[in-house]
T-cell receptor, first 113, second 117 residues
Framework: AQSVAQPEDQVNVAEGNPLTVKCTYS??????LFWYVQYPNRGLQFLLK??????LVKGSYGFEAEFNKSQTSFHLKKPSALVSDSALYFC???????????FGDGTTLTVKP | DAGVIQSPRHEVTEMGQEVTLRCKPI?????LFWYRQTMMRGLELLIY????????DSGMPEDRFSAKMPNASFSTLKIQPSEPRDSAVYFC???????????????FGPGTRLTVT
């Protein structure tokens, strides 16, 4: 079984400040982990993934995420937030033996000028 | 690459009517997924295909829903008869799901906004 939790429905940050969007997961085997972003009236867009190797992965638009196996977490981070980063963010997990991913409920990020 | 293509982008229909949503995955992708998104239930996986074969349809709500993938470049999701509670945004996504070039991540289409009155 696989599951993912995004504990915050909403994250608010000021432009220029660092941002973190939290994600924890549960899998029976090894995880593949993903972050997606959804802008209003658009489909989900892939941001970054952890498959294997370096625990710190870098993705599009300056985002990065750190895989922490002991804490079963994969938090999304960005050093300096932009107003244009405001969107809905989804974390997803897939067990290496599974054919489908499980998505979290999403976190709405609002960056205020 | 044109990305995943979905049609129509918007569909308004009356309760009881048949609705057909269409999806063209990215060329070369062999896994295709249908999702439904609503405010109440979030993002739900309805069904997915590998190499045109349905693998898991456990998310299909009921017999009113059916999906087909007659070839590698086309899939349909049909609702017959439609009900107001089917109103949602339906997304199609594709990926390279197997083999040495598997991508793992999914690429989503723009979605079809369905309204059933």
């Amino acid at each position: 079984a696989q599951s993912v939790a995004q504990p915050e429905d909403q994250v608010n940050v000021a432009e220029g400040n660092p941002l973190t969007v939290k994600c924890t997961y549960s899998v029976s085997g090894n995880p593949y982990l993903f972050w997606y972003v959804q802008y209003p009236n658009r489909g989900l867009q892939f941001l970054l993934k952890y498959i294997t190797g370096d625990n710190l992965v870098k993705g599009s638009y300056g985002f990065e995420a750190e895989f922490n196996k002991s804490q079963t977490s994969f938090h999304l981070k960005k050093p300096s937030a932009l107003v244009s980063d405001s969107a809905l963010y989804f974390c997803a997990v897939r067990d290496t033996n599974a054919g489908k991913s499980t998505f979290g409920d999403g976190t709405t990020l609002t960056v205020k000028p | 690459d044109a990305g995943v293509i979905q049609s129509p982008r918007h569909e308004v229909t009356e309760m009881g009517q048949e609705v057909t949503l269409r999806c063209k995955p990215i060329s070369g992708h062999n896994s295709l997924f249908w999702y439904r998104q609503t405010m109440m239930r979030g993002l739900e996986l309805l069904i997915y295909f590998n190499n045109n074969v349905p693998i898991d349809d456990s998310g299909m709500p009921e017999d009113r829903f059916s999906a087909k993938m007659p070839n590698a470049s086309f899939s349909t999701l049909k609702i017959q008869p439609s009900e107001p509670r089917d109103s949602a945004v339906y997304f199609c996504a594709s990926s390279i799901g197997t083999g040495n070039t598997r991508t793992h991540e999914q690429y989503f289409g723009p979605g079809t906004r369905l309204t059933v009155t």
